[in-house]
């Protein structure tokens, strides 16, 4: 029987009322700013449901686990958002989106879950396992590499730059099994609630404590998230249906929607689920939420979506502009640099913040 309290019966409901309010917006004559709002409450009212009924699974086990199903589950609008932007030829936003979900996990999210994280912590610095940062860290360098190797080749026109599809394919394909060869091993190292440490292995600094067990039935909470997955794809193409109108209206570009708007709609789970367990001091998995969801954009969503994009009307190849190119190697850098020891202070997740900030008012003159 699920135990919900009132407030999240309160939350779900308003949650599924948008969802509805932006299918009835999208096929009635709405103003475009209106539709898309609703549209944008309702997709991030959505991953909040996916992240609610996710971390009730993560009851059952351990950290890696549950950081793992929170951002495989809390990428679909994203995954949506982005097939939906391709076949109807919006290759920007399709782009900005996705860099735009690394940007904003790599730098926004985890700038501010470091921020809060340390604040509780009594000496002012959250400490986590160092393993997910550095594997992290490794994967994102990988995806880096093949996007900065392609502009480097377009830029100086050689001949390899004319086969970007298909060095595209290729490096999704390594990518794709990298990030197989590092996943398989991570979770099989997970450690559930309550289970037993390998010999001579001391618990993380940032272990949780010890909890009252999930309070949804395991029923309920797939069908929880099944019911989230199915309406996130509806609205995921009723959120790129007024995208286009609403920043014409709003004096937008396309790389500041996709980079900003979409990303931090898209990336609700990592934002909420992040924040909230960094306050309750449960560091390693504020940690998993955020990293598993950088590393499952780099290698093995943007990948997948390359992929997927050679069956639909727009490719997405991992040609990108020099500017995001430069970003990217940058933020790799910067995201190793602060994560790699296990340890962050609260002025280094406002350096990660403030890259974010930067590149937000550079996109909003694009």
């Excluded at 609703?38 to 950290?63: I, K, N, Y």
């Excluded at 391709?86 to 470091?114: C, D, H, P, R, Y």
Aim: net charge negative.
């Amino acid at each position: 029987m699920a135990q919900l309290t009132t407030r999240e019966r309160i939350a779900l409901l308003l949650v599924f009322v948008f969802a509805a309010l932006a299918g009835l917006g999208n096929y009635q004559p709405w103003p475009a700013v209106p539709r898309f709002a609703v549209a944008t409450v309702a997709l991030a009212g959505l991953a909040w449901v996916v992240s609610f009924a996710t971390e009730q699974l993560g009851e059952r086990f351990g950290p890696a686990v549950t950081g793992l199903l929170q951002s495989t589950l809390g990428n679909l609008p994203e995954l949506f958002v982005v097939i939906f932007a391709l076949q109807k030829g919006e290759l920007v936003v399709a782009q900005t989106a996705i860099v735009g979900s690394i940007f904003a996990n790599a730098m926004l999210v985890l700038g501010l879950v470091i921020v809060v994280g340390a604040r509780r912590a009594p000496d002012g610095v959250m400490r986590f396992s160092h393993r997910l940062p550095r594997d992290t860290a490794t994967l994102l360098l990988v995806c880096v590499f093949i996007i900065v190797l392609l502009g480097l080749s377009l830029a100086s026109h050689d001949p390899a730059s004319h086969h970007v599809k298909a060095i595209s394919a290729v490096g999704a394909i390594s990518l794709l099994v990298v990030y197989v060869a590092w996943v398989v091993p991570y979770l099989r190292a997970d450690v559930p609630p309550g289970g037993a440490l390998a010999e001579g292995e001391e618990a993380p600094s940032g272990a949780p404590p010890p909890s009252d067990g999930p309070r949804l039935s395991l029923p309920f909470t797939i069908a929880l998230l099944l019911t989230a997955g199915v309406a996130s794809a509806f609205v995921s193409d009723w959120f790129v249906n007024g995208l286009s109108p609403a920043i014409v209206q709003l004096h937008l570009s396309q790389a500041f929607a996709g980079l900003v708007i979409v990303a931090i709609a898209g990336n609700a789970v990592e934002n909420t689920a992040g924040l909230v367990l960094a306050w309750k001091g449960r560091s390693d998995l504020a940690i998993s939420v955020v990293k598993n969801s950088v590393a499952q954009i780099a290698a093995f969503l943007l990948p997948l979506l390359v992929l997927i994009s050679f069956l639909l009307a727009t490719t997405l190849t991992f040609a990108f502009a020099p500017v995001y190119v430069g970003a990217l190697l940058v933020m790799a850098l910067a995201m190793w640099q602060v994560t790699g020891d296990g340890e962050a202070g609260e002025f280094e997740g406002w350096a990660l913040v403030a890259l974010y900030v930067i590149l937000a008012a550079l996109a909003l003159y694009e």
